[in-house]
């Protein structure tokens, strides 16, 4: 069944906790946290802390952290600790992807790598064995509410082709209406925010979601 991670980027900042509530309510397992250092995307979100915040609230939950660092050396460690479940890095980050991936993989956390929209497939296919999940950003990544880049979906296909097996997950611009064509390209977890946040009924949106 597909995956879906509320991305808490869209919950109202002043009610995290019951926006997030909410969605746990209806049956989510998983959030997604966009994590934004206002130099690799023109845009600062939230740290450790609140990824650890939640992990105490709720421990149960798979917490997906997305890091929209230049330099996630820096605080990786930080988001280990925090109780991160999975970090996801960017292929355009700097560092030795090889041995950040390999330290989130030793803390008993699954890994990932994330690229932008142009940004090819090939940077990810090096590191392919020690990543759990490819995170494909269908939206360029620093603010929620944009616009699915449809062209971006081919990517999942490529990677398949590739022999990747593990989780392929869309971040951007995901909704309702566009759920079925972004699974159909081979999406297993949809990120959605806006969407996700603002649904009046978040029980329906969901199995209308897993239904498309
Ligand atoms: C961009 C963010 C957004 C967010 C999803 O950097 O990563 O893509 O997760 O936002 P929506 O679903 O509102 O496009
Ligand atoms: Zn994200």
């Keep these: 069944m597909i995956e879906i991670a509320p991305s808490v980027l869209a919950a109202h900042p002043l009610y995290v906790a019951r926006d997030v509530g909410r969605l746990l309510d209806a ?11 206002g130099h690799f995307v023109p845009n600062i979100s939230f740290g450790p802390a609140m990824v650890n ?13 997305h890091l929209m ?33 390999q330290t989130v993989r030793a803390a008993g956390l699954r890994a990932g790598l994330s690229i932008k929209p142009a940004t090819a497939v090939d940077t990810v296919l090096p590191y392919l064995d020690v990543l759990d ?44 209406d566009n ?3 972004v699974k159909r390209a081979g ?18 949106f969901l199995a209308a979601v897993r239904q498309a």
């Excluded at 998983?30 to 250092?37: A, G, P, S």
């Excluded at 050396?73 to 041995?99: N, P, V």
């Design 69 to 101: 660092l230049s330099r996630p050396a820096s605080l990786l460690d930080a988001f280990i600790k925090a109780g991160a479940s999975e970090i996801t890095l960017h292929s355009e980050a700097e560092g030795d992807l090889r041995a950040l991936l």
């Design 27 to 37: 049956g989510i397992t998983l959030l997604h946290l966009d994590i934004m250092d």
């Design 133 to 176: 999940l490819v995170l494909i950003m269908s939206v360029e990544p620093g603010f929620g509410g944009q616009k699915l880049m449809a062209d971006t979906l081919s990517k999942m296909g490529q990677l398949r082709q590739a022999g990747f097996q593990g989780a392929l997950s869309v971040d951007g611009g995901v909704k309702q």
């Design 187 to 204: 999406a297993t977890r949809l990120v959605m925010g806006t969407a996700a946040f603002t649904a009046p009924d978040p029980r329906a």
């Design 179 to 181: 759920a079925g064509i």
């Design 53 to 65: 915040a939640l992990h105490q609230q709720y421990p149960d939950i798979c917490l997906d952290v």
